[in-house]
């Protein structure tokens, strides 16, 4: 993908971490609609949000 900054360009080389990080830059001026979802790296979180999400009706998460 291509950032809108010319100084940093293409980001497809660049570590997830990284490009996450220049697109949660991106979105925090944009507001919702669109909005980035959660991510963790974190098992005892991701077992949380799995657990507290089914009670909500969704299936799962990646």
Do not use: F, S
Not at 20 to 35: H, M, S, T, Y
Not at 45 to 55: C, F, M, P, R, S
């Amino acid at each position: 993908m291509q950032h809108p900054d010319p100084a940093i360009g293409d980001t497809r080389p660049l570590p997830y971490t990284q490009r996450r990080a220049l697109l949660l830059e991106l979105l925090a001026k944009v507001g919702p609609p669109i909005q980035p979802l959660p991510a963790t790296d974190d098992r005892d979180v991701a077992e949380h949000w799995y657990e507290a999400l089914q009670a909500q009706g969704l299936e799962g998460v990646l």
